[in-house]
């Protein structure tokens, strides 16, 4: 499918800070499923961009948020105000179905990810790439994801490395326990040998992890897709990962 590419700016919920980001959507009409794409800190935006023309590919509308346009930490309040001018740009897409809106979180942007599902209702699932269950000592405080699970209220999906050096897994069975002992619907994937940063090809512990190994490459982690079904809840997924 012929997809477009393009830079966008949109403006923050503050009503002042501009926030360039970039917008893949698919060239038939519409309207098409969304997934608003939070990138992690580090690796250049290709890497982000090139998972939002893929999800393009297959028929989404896909927007690789601008967050760190506040700097690489930011506190909560801006990252709630630029979610919120995210959500109201989106809704200005005309080939955009916000009743059919997932967030992909990578990172840092797992912790936004939840913070986004809590504030806005439009959020139908989330899913955590290589995320935190508790934000790194040397992170600005702020709301914990391990808290922010309670009042998650939509299926997650979350897809974690055993290896991931900047966020244990040991916090992230942790967080898995809470939220089976809440009753949320989610699902934990865990993938041998990973570290922080797989599921994105232009991360740093990219090429290291999956030279070679054809079925957990960069993309095959984010095929995951998620389906809604006769009310009920199921994962898809698409490669050869082990589901716990």
Do not use: N
Not at 104 to 111: A, D, H, L, N
Not at 128 to 138: C, E, L
Not at 181 to 208: E, I, Q, S
Request: proline share 6%; glycine share 12%; hydrophobic share 40%.
């Amino acid at each position: 499918m012929t997809v477009r590419l393009e830079s966008v700016t949109f403006t923050s919920g503050d009503g002042e800070t501009s926030v360039p980001s970039y917008l893949a959507t698919p060239e038939r009409h519409g309207p098409h499923p969304v997934v608003l794409i939070l990138r992690g800190v580090a690796g250049p935006d290709d890497g982000y961009t090139e998972i939002a023309r893929g999800l393009a590919e297959w028929g989404y509308v896909a927007l690789v948020h601008g967050w760190k346009v506040r700097g690489a930490d930011p506190t909560d309040g801006p990252v709630y105000a630029d979610l919120l001018g995210a959500m109201t740009f989106l809704g200005s897409v005309g080939q955009a179905d916000l009743k059919r809106l997932a967030v992909f979180g990578f990172c840092r942007g797992g912790v936004h990810a939840l913070m986004a599902a809590r504030a806005h209702a439009e959020i139908r699932v989330i899913v955590v790439f290589h995320g935190f269950a508790f934000r790194p000592a040397r992170a600005q405080r702020g709301a914990e994801p391990y808290d922010l699970a309670e009042g998650v209220s939509v299926p997650m999906l979350v897809l974690h490395g055993t290896e991931d050096e900047q966020a244990p897994i040991a916090d992230m069975r942790r967080m898995e326990a809470r939220m089976r002992a809440l009753g949320k619907v989610c699902t934990f994937t865990f993938y041998d040998g990973a570290r922080h940063g797989f599921a994105v090809r232009t991360t740093p512990a990219t090429p290291r992890m999956w030279r070679g190994r054809a079925s957990t490459r960069p993309g095959a982690s984010w095929r995951h897709t998620c389906a809604r079904e006769r009310g009920g809840h199921e994962w898809r997924l698409a490669d050869g990962s082990r589901s716990d």
